[in-house]
């Protein structure tokens, strides 16, 4: 296991009983490098939306542990946000909350001269690792998961 994947898991242990007593949902928790500064996320969501204050609760109460545990080596910079509109799909909770919407999938390289799909989410095998989608004129296409740069809900303005 990584350096970034292990305290991604640690800090998601230590946000996961504060989600819990909240009635928040933790999202995803991602460690990354921009530039020369490294990043500690996490995205958090309710019924109805994350707030400002929701965030501020969560960033303090997550910062006061992270700081006593002092297990990332590298000084960071602590982000607690909403998902956003945007956010791709990645874990198997995501996908089976979102059966029956609309997704648009990016592919890494050409699938039927095409690399941009959408349709409804029909179906995703975690153990296979495909997804499933009814595109627009019925028919079902199957991904594989290794094959999709991304998967997030479609939304239109």
């Known amino acids: 296991m990584s350096k970034r994947e292990i305290y991604e898991q640690k800090t998601e242990e230590i946000l996961n009983p504060i989600m819990e007593e909240l009635e928040f949902e933790l999202v995803d928790v991602e460690y990354v490098k921009e530039g020369s500064m490294w990043y500690l996320r996490a995205y958090i969501d309710k019924p109805g939306g994350i707030t400002v204050n929701d ?16 297990f990332i080596e590298d000084s960071y910079v602590l982000e607690v946000s909403s998902p956003g509109l945007g956010r791709p ?16 999938i990016r592919t890494y390289r050409m699938v039927d001269k095409k690399k941009e799909f ?18 627009e004129d019925g028919t079902m296409k199957t991904f594989e998961k290794g094959d999709i740069a991304l998967i997030r809900l479609a939304f239109d303005f």
């Open 118 to 135: 959408t349709g409804l989410l029909d179906s995703y095998d975690y153990e296979a690792g495909t997804v499933t989608i009814e595109l």
């Open 55 to 70: 965030c501020e609760a969560v960033s303090r109460r997550l910062s006061d542990i992270l700081d006593e545990k002092d």
């Open 89 to 104: 799909l990645k874990k198997e909770k995501d996908y089976k909350r979102n059966l029956g919407k609309e997704v648009e």
